[in-house]
């Protein structure tokens, strides 16, 4: 398997985070107020996350000029 199971929970995490901040209209942490830019980032990064595990753990197929 390309993608570990805690990479998908932790891109869903970060994409449900972010989502329910994008859905309030504003962001925290820890009770202090962050950019809203911040929240879309989050959902970016969980949509990323599972998407670069699958394609940095692809298999590496070489060239026949390569081979030696």
């Known amino acids: 398997m390309r993608v570990t199971l805690s990479e998908i929970y ?3 995490f970060f994409v449900g985070v ?3 901040e994008i859905g309030a209209g504003e962001a ?5 107020p ?3 830019w911040t929240s ?3 959902v ?3 949509l ?3 998407l670069l595990a699958w394609y940095l753990r692809r298999p590496l ?3 026949e000029s390569h081979k030696d």
Request: charged residues 0%.
């Open 48 to 50: 990323i996350i599972p």
């Open 44 to 46: 970016a990064t969980g």
């Open 40 to 42: 879309h980032l989050l």
């Open 18 to 20: 972010g989502a329910l």
């Open 28 to 32: 925290s942490w820890h009770g202090y």
């Open 34 to 36: 962050m950019p809203l």
């Open 10 to 12: 932790l891109s869903q």
């Open 61 to 63: 197929q070489m060239t």
